[in-house]
């Protein structure tokens, strides 16, 4: 996976503002700025996946979740039409962000413009990038946040989180996502969620 020094330049702003999370995440004895350990979790995982990754999805993966404790869910309704709200202004304020530290960084608009339509997931299922981002999104979660999830909901509702975790998913992300060190509870759930 090609690295170039704009690309680290431009990871080290990310990160510098993800580290500004005051949600605080302990990982193998360490803590972490929640939204700075997503974001390594995010760039380990698509070196896993898709190591041939092109610049501008090594810089979306990196910054998928930027600042995003900015935008709280509970600032809005807490019903299906509230949460989509959130989502949608989720995916603004990325791009906002982003743009703002890769104009920084002297990406050309042509890079910029790559990386927002990624943050916005135009074409999923249509776009490969769009895809890969979508499938090592919810490869991360499968791995890292479903078990703290599953912990916190109902066993339906879980199923019913992953069976559209799956659908999103290409083939390959399936693949992939049967070869995760899943706990045994979370093996359970996911195969109920795809096997339903």
Not at 49 to 69: D, G, K, M, T, Y
Not at 169 to 186: D, I, R, T, V, Y
Request: net charge positive; charged share 25%.
């Amino acid at each position: 996976m090609a690295i170039s020094e704009k690309l680290i330049n431009a990871f080290q702003g990310f990160d510098a503002a993800n580290g500004q999370d005051p949600n605080i995440e302990a990982y193998l004895g360490k803590t972490y700025p929640k939204e700075h350990l997503y974001a390594l979790r995010m760039t380990e995982k698509l070196h896993d996946f898709s190591p041939n990754a092109s610049e501008a999805l090594q810089l979306a993966v990196r910054c998928q979740h930027i600042c995003r404790w900015h935008i709280p869910r509970e600032s809005y309704e807490m019903n299906r039409a509230g949460y989509l709200k959130w989502r949608q202004d989720l995916k603004k304020y990325h791009v906002k962000k982003a743009t703002e530290i890769l104009e920084q960084t002297g990406y050309p608009q042509t890079m910029i413009d790559s990386v927002a339509f990624l943050l916005e997931k135009k074409l999923l299922k249509k776009n490969e990038e769009t895809q890969t981002l979508e499938d090592v999104i919810c490869l991360v979660f499968l791995e890292y946040y479903l078990e703290p999830f599953a912990l916190k909901h109902p066993a339906d509702k879980t199923i019913e989180i992953l069976q559209k975790t799956w659908h999103k998913m290409s083939k390959k992300g399936h693949e992939a996502a049967l070869q995760l060190p899943l706990s045994k509870n979370s093996k359970s759930l996911l195969t109920q969620a795809v096997d339903g």
